[in-house]
Each structure stands twice: as C-alpha cells, then as structure tokens.
C-alpha cells in the first residue's frame, strides 16, 4: 500500500456527469449530434419535393424578372409551386455574382431571354427535387442559421401546374 491510496481525490477534481436536471445529459444538440434534430425534417421535406411534379406546360404570361430572385418569386405564384431550398439559394447567389459588374443594374431580360432563364430554374429545380440528399440538406441547414428564409411554405393548389387549371387558362401553352 502506497502512502497516497488513502487520500481522497479533492471535490472539485473528480468527474461530474452534466445533467439538465432529469438526469438526461447536456450536450451538443441531439444525442451529441446536431444534424440529429434537423435530419427528420430534412428527410420530410425532401420526400415532399420529390413528390411535386415540374410543370410541363409553361404558362406564356410575361414573368418580369429584373434579378434571379424576383423570376424565381414570379414562377412560383404563376405556377402555384415552391421551389428548392437549394434553387431558392442559388438564385441568390446569382443575383449576389452580379455585384460589381458592368450588368449589375441592368434587368436580367436584357441580358437574357425570359424563357430561357426560366427553362434555366426549371431544370435545376428538377435536378435538387430528384437528387439532393436529406442528409447533404440537413448539414446545410446547420451552417446556415438563416436557412428557412430559403424554404418556401405548402403552397395552395392552382396555378398553371395544375392540369384542370391549365386546361381553363389560355395563357399556358405545352
């Protein structure tokens, strides 16, 4: 037996279990995983894009679209339907890559054709519903804390997507 087997550890050198009160542990988020808590929700909103159809009649109506976001905003309340978070992010970052150059205050159908632009969303919209992962959109949304001002809610029925609509609206062409 050694001289220090006897001593006892002083209080505030022993290990303490960090509790909430209830005996749960504290930590970083869920189960020490903050992905944890997002990762339901990214799951449900990428089941529910998956599910929405891109229209396949564009509706012929003038969509002014002076930025990115602004045609974005105008397809989806034409439309009826909400786009990616990702598509929504991108648009920004498209309106953002114009800052500081010779085109920066020109409206966007002066530099490009109105369809083409929306043709231009319209696949990359089909792109994120089909194949982003719900865990690549939950690691986004934890770095991004402002990540819901780029999810666009459950929108109403209608709108050109809608086939009984489209078939009552003259300004949807195939």
């Known amino acids: 037996m050694t001289r220090f087997s006897k001593v006892q550890t002083p209080e505030r050198h022993k290990k303490r279990k960090c509790t909430d009160g209830r005996g749960r542990k504290r930590g970083k988020g869920y189960g020490g995983n903050p992905g944890a808590v997002l990762r339901p929700y ?3 909103y990428q089941q529910y894009m998956k599910q929405l159809p891109i229209p396949s009649k564009r509706c012929e109506t003038h969509i002014p ?5 602004e045609l974005g905003n105008s397809m989806k309340q034409l439309y009826g339907q909400p786009l990616h978070y990702l598509t929504n992010l991108m648009l920004q970052r498209w309106d953002d890559s114009r800052i500081g150059s010779e085109n920066e205050h020109k409206p966007m159908y002066s530099i490009i054709e109105s369809s083409v632009a929306e043709s231009t969303i319209w696949v990359v919209e089909e792109f994120h519903r089909r194949s982003t992962s719900a865990q690549h959109v ?3 949304w934890i770095n991004d804390p402002k990540y819901s001002a ?7 029925t209608g709108g050109c997507s809608d086939a009984k609509s489209a078939e009552n609206t003259d300004s949807c062409i195939i």
Do not use: E, G, Q
């Open 42 to 44: 990214a799951n449900a």
């Open 65 to 69: 679209n002076i930025t990115w976001r």
């Open 138 to 140: 939950a690691t986004l």
């Open 150 to 156: 780029f999810i666009d809610p459950i929108p109403h």
